[in-house]
């Protein structure tokens, strides 16, 4: 299995930056790809960023331009670079990690971090 935990959560202002870390353990050499998702209230998980390991990126629409998603593999650990924050952009995040197994994938999540853009 894999174990997703999350940190850099919090509270900014419109126009700042936060990056949000997720240290993944176990399992580790199994993962084919992780990624970002974010949840506001009242509304469905939406995809932020995804990384394969290729390296290959993927970024929803409204995020392109001020949001970049790196991984650190001697440190098993992937990061969200959050620039030019909106209101729009407050949500829980969680980090997300794909694992192929017997040709069916399982997918787990980290706990969320917050993150709140607001004057």
């Known amino acids: 299995q894999v174990q997703l935990v999350e940190s850099g959560g919090g509270l900014v202002q419109p126009g700042g930056s936060l990056r949000l870390s997720c240290a993944a353990s176990?399992?580790?050499?199994?993962?084919?790809?992780m990624g970002w998702y974010r949840q506001a209230p009242g509304k469905q998980r939406e995809l932020v960023a995804t990384i394969t390991n290729s390296g290959s990126t993927n970024y929803a629409d409204s995020v392109k331009g001020r949001f970049t998603i790196s991984r650190d593999n001697a440190k098993n650990t992937v990061y969200l670079q959050m620039n030019g924050l909106k209101p729009e952009d407050t949500a829980v995040y969680y980090c997300?990690?794909?694992?192929?197994?017997?040709?069916?994938?399982?997918?787990?999540w980290g706990q969320g971090t917050q993150v709140t853009v607001s004057s």
């Open positions: 176990g399992s580790i050499f199994s993962i084919s790809a």
């Open positions: 997300n990690a794909d694992r192929p197994v017997d040709w069916n994938i399982e997918r787990y």
